[in-house]
């Protein structure tokens, strides 16, 4: 009992003294590693677990939902509301007909864009100021783009 609790204190020091890039890549690291897991139990058919890690991806999805700052953001975080959304619909699928090609789907979308925003947090890192917050932009916008759900043409959905 005395380890989880030194483990859990670290964890949260970590979160609490980390950047607003490093809290986003450890929310990211989170939602896949539970993906993952959410699959796992699938395709074992053990629905208490799948759908106790569904409902772990799914909030925290939604708290990426939440962080976004479109006046900021502007058509990045409108793209990336769209892809959080489109994940949860897919989440939602997987977990209402116990199929894991939804998860599977989801959990390349996270993993697309985790590169990214890492990418962006790492050059950031390296650069500071603004042209490091213009390449982070860049590196997220990419991302964003690499992982348009089939048949979606432009960030309004439109085919």
Same mark, same amino acid.
């Given at each position: 009992?005395?380890?989880?609790?030194?483990? #859990?204190?670290?964890?949260?020091?970590?979160?609490?003294? =980390?950047?607003?890039?490093?809290?986003?890549?450890?929310?990211?690291?989170? =939602?896949?590693?539970?993906?993952?897991?959410?699959?796992?139990?699938?395709?074992? @058919?053990?629905?208490?677990?799948?759908?106790?890690?569904?409902?772990?991806?799914?909030?925290?999805? $939604?708290?990426?939902?939440?962080?976004?700052?479109? #006046?900021?953001?502007? *058509?990045?975080?409108?793209?990336?509301?769209?892809?959080? *959304?489109?994940?949860?619909?897919?989440?939602?699928?997987? *977990?209402? @007909?116990?199929?894991? @090609?939804?998860?599977?789907?989801?959990?390349?979308?996270?993993?697309?864009?985790?590169?990214?925003?890492?990418?962006?947090? $790492?050059?950031?890192?390296?650069?500071?100021?603004? =042209?490091? =917050?213009?390449?982070?932009?860049?590196?997220?916008?990419?991302?964003? $783009?690499?992982?348009?759900?089939?048949?979606?043409?432009?960030?309004?959905?439109?085919?």
């Amino acid at each position: 009992m005395s380890n989880n609790y030194g483990l #859990n204190k670290y964890k949260q020091t970590s979160v609490t003294t =980390a950047s607003r890039g490093q809290v986003l890549l450890m929310l990211y690291e989170g =939602a896949i590693k539970f993906c993952r897991i959410a699959i796992d139990a699938t395709q074992k @058919k053990d629905l208490a677990e799948k759908g106790k890690y569904i409902l772990k991806v799914q909030d925290i999805i $939604n708290e990426l939902v939440v962080t976004l700052d479109h #006046n900021v953001g502007g *058509n990045l975080s409108k793209e990336l509301e769209r892809l959080y *959304n489109y994940m949860i619909e897919q989440i939602t699928e997987a *977990n209402i @007909k116990n199929d894991v @090609k939804p998860l599977q789907t989801t959990l390349k979308l996270l993993e697309t864009l985790y590169e990214g925003w890492a990418a962006a947090v $790492n050059q950031v890192n390296k650069q500071g100021g603004e =042209a490091a =917050a213009q390449a982070a932009t860049a590196a997220a916008a990419s991302a964003a $783009n690499a992982t348009r759900p089939p048949g979606k043409t432009d960030p309004k959905g439109a085919k």
